[in-house]
């Protein structure tokens, strides 16, 4: 919700939100979650019932004690021990019902909750490349948090306060209208009024505070996970005291905005116990005066202030929930707008899957850019034949490792077309071209966990012997047996533990479990040292044998065995051939090789 939103306009927000979370109670294909609403619902009108009867037991034994004559024959009956025993076991019947109604819609809410959490989190998975490199992960993992537990409260709250609330007031009500006098009636719907009038006004206003101190909350955790996820580059830049003031100013803002919060709940409490009191003490000194005028018994005070006080109760209730329920439909619908955010990538309808027939990929005259403005290929047409070998290589920002994001499909070309054995990658499923490109990436990251669970994850399904083969292909094996937990050694978050070039074994034994028909290595090497890159370049050489290979290298000493190099420069390719035939044109190849044999020989 905007600061800039009027109340109609927020309340309409917040009815939108309610309507997106109703499919999750009431579904259509499962039956038994509509017959624990029902049951919950049954619960609670039971519950209520019971609440509102209760104060009658209440009067007539202050009858019989005081010596007025109750009008009941059932209260004469029981008399006073027993109408007594009656209140208490009506009073446990309420709590009852009221607990059996949360343990029958328990199920219900965790169902609710669980679906919406695995659905925002396949969502955001969908969302494409660009979405991501434009979000702080650090705020998006807030957000959906935040919305995830809003929906938890408001199925808590919502259902199983408001609505009671509303239910019981409306009993009320009806008693006093019709046992007492109308003015009884009126005085309370006046308090209740003016009660939920103001408190809905100030929680509107506090709203926008709370949003802001929510955003200035999210942008302090963003800072501090980006500042952590750096902890490398804070260490070498000696900027452990610039990120520590950076957090506190985020920190201060925060406070500031908290403080708000706090100062305006103090003035939204007063105020409600200020129309509650009146209420209150207007409704019993119209009791008052009917005692002492003999229209009205001592039970039947006590009975209105009981009422009074059962009002009170969940009013002064009513204000922190309504406040929470408020900042819940805030939270959620942040959750929300991330759900409709639309993937950019999308699978055609009923599109198949890829059939790969040996893996030829064809870039045909392909243009992208990132943003429209600013082209990076520009008519780019490329063949790879079937298990062949072709490296891109030229200066950076070239295009180079874009090629590498559309084969992947992380965007789609803006013109032209890229086919696979024939099959254009827009009209396939994503999910059969993912499992047909592997790739090693200049820097590959590992998941905070064991070296078995990064190996296994090329393939979910592998055995051990499998994930073992992987290791030793990738000649990482040997390393891992000579850890003190072997293959349950962790990694540490983003495989920190490991040196670059374990850390690329360790990617390239992943890969290879994969088995994938297409291998597309995008500068895998380019940031280890020259002895490791040797070793390494070996490994990725064999596990090419037999697939198609796309690499994409800056440094051309790891690219002059490739079947055909192909050099790119400003989006476009002005060279190609093999590396033996490109020396010899004496063109953009030979520059660029011969000027990193200098530098590397200066080395």
């Known amino acids: 919700m905007s600061d800039s939103f009027s109340p109609e306009e927020a309340r309409r927000s917040g009815l939108n939100t309610i309507r997106k979370v109703a499919p999750y109670l009431w579904p259509d294909d499962?039956?038994?979650?509509?017959?624990?609403?029902?049951?919950?619902?049954?619960?609670?009108?039971?519950?209520?019932?019971?609440?509102?009867?209760?104060?009658?037991?209440?009067?007539?034994?202050?009858?019989?004690?005081?010596?007025?004559?109750?009008?009941?024959?059932?209260?004469?009956?029981?008399?006073?021990?027993?109408?007594?025993?009656?209140?208490?076991?009506?009073?446990?019947?309420?709590?009852?019902?009221?607990?059996?109604?949360?343990?029958?819609?328990?199920?219900?809410?965790?169902?609710?909750?669980?679906?919406l959490a695995l659905e925002t989190f396949r969502h955001i998975h969908a969302l494409s490349m660009r979405y991501h490199i434009t979000r702080k992960t650090g705020g998006l993992s807030r957000i959906v948090e935040r919305g995830v537990k809003g929906v938890e409260f408001l199925l808590r709250f919502l259902l199983f306060s408001i609505g009671p609330l509303i239910l019981e007031l409306l009993m009320i009500a009806v008693v006093l209208a019709v046992l007492f006098d109308i003015w009884y009636l009126v005085v309370v719907a006046v308090t209740i009024a003016f009660y939920v009038w103001f408190t809905f006004r100030v929680t509107e206003w506090r709203v926008k505070i709370r949003k802001e101190m929510n955003d200035q909350d999210t942008d302090a955790n963003q800072k501090a996970i980006d500042s952590l996820l750096n902890f490398e580059?804070?260490?070498?830049?000696?900027?452990?005291?610039?990120?520590?003031?950076?957090?506190?100013?985020?920190?201060?803002?925060?406070v500031a905005a908290a403080l708000k919060t706090s100062y305006t709940l103090a003035f939204l409490n007063f105020g409600q116990s200020v129309f509650i009191t009146a209420g209150l003490v207007g409704v019993m000194v119209m009791a008052a005066i009917g005692v002492s005028n003999g229209t009205l018994t001592v039970g039947d005070f006590v009975m209105v202030n009981a009422y009074m006080i059962q009002i009170t109760m969940p009013l002064n209730f009513l204000g922190t929930v309504y406040r929470e329920i408020r900042q819940a439909l805030v939270d959620m619908g942040e959750m929300f707008d991330l759900l409709e955010q639309p993937a950019e990538v999308k699978d055609a309808p009923n599109a198949p899957a890829l059939k790969v027939n040996g893996g030829a990929v064809r870039f045909e005259d392909v243009h992208f850019g990132y943003d429209a403005a600013r082209p990076i290929l520009k008519g780019v047409t490329l063949d790879v034949p079937a298990g062949q070998t072709v490296a891109i290589v030229g200066p950076s920002g070239s295009g180079k490792s874009t090629i590498g994001r559309l084969l992947f499909r992380f965007y789609d070309v803006a013109g032209g077309s890229l086919k696979i054995d024939g099959q254009d990658?827009?009209?396939?499923?994503?999910?059969?071209?993912?499992?047909?490109?592997?790739?090693?990436?200049?820097?590959?990251?590992?998941?905070?966990?064991?070296?078995?669970?990064?190996?296994?994850?090329?393939?979910?399904?592998?055995?051990?012997?499998?994930?073992?083969?992987?290791?030793?292909?990738?000649?990482?094996?040997?390393?891992?047996?000579?850890?003190?937990?072997?293959?349950?050694?962790?990694?540490?978050?983003?495989?920190?533990?490991?040196?670059?070039?374990?850390?690329?074994?360790?990617?390239?034994?992943?890969?290879?479990?994969?088995?994938?028909?297409?291998?597309?290595?995008?500068?895998?090497?380019?940031?280890?040292?020259?002895?490791?890159?040797?070793?390494?370049?070996?490994e990725l050489q064999a596990m090419g044998q037999g697939r198609t290979v796309l690499t994409i290298a800056h440094r051309l000493s790891t690219v002059a065995h490739a079947d055909r190099i192909v050099v790119l420069e400003k989006g476009v390719i002005v060279e190609e051939g093999t590396h033996e035939g490109l020396l010899e044109q004496q063109g953009r190849y030979s520059t660029l090789w011969h000027m990193q044999a200098s530098e590397e020989d200066a080395a």
Do not use: C
Request: aromatic share 10%; hydrophobic share 40%.
């Open 425 to 538: 990658v827009r009209e396939i499923t994503q999910k059969s071209l993912h499992s047909s490109v592997g790739v090693v990436p200049q820097d590959t990251v590992l998941f905070n966990d064991t070296i078995h669970y990064n190996i296994a994850y090329g393939r979910s399904d592998a055995s051990e012997a499998e994930i073992r083969d992987a290791a030793k292909a990738a000649k990482i094996h040997e390393f891992i047996l000579s850890l003190p937990d072997g293959y349950d050694t962790t990694v540490g978050e983003r495989g920190l533990k490991l040196s670059g070039g374990e850390k690329q074994r360790v990617g390239i034994a992943r890969t290879l479990l994969k088995n994938p028909p297409i291998l597309l290595l995008d500068e895998a090497t380019s940031a280890l040292d020259t002895e490791t890159e040797a070793e390494i370049q070996h």
């Open 233 to 254: 580059t804070v260490k070498y830049f000696g900027a452990e005291d610039r990120e520590a003031d950076r957090y506190d100013g985020a920190m201060e803002r925060y």
């Open 30 to 115: 499962e039956p038994w979650v509509k017959r624990r609403v029902v049951l919950a619902v049954f619960a609670l009108f039971l519950s209520k019932f019971i609440a509102v009867g209760t104060p009658f037991f209440y009067k007539s034994a202050v009858d019989i004690l005081s010596g007025d004559t109750p009008n009941t024959a059932w209260a004469l009956g029981l008399g006073a021990i027993g109408i007594t025993v009656a209140y208490g076991f009506a009073r446990l019947m309420n709590v009852g019902f009221q607990q059996l109604r949360d343990v029958i819609f328990a199920a219900v809410g965790q169902r609710a909750l669980r679906k």
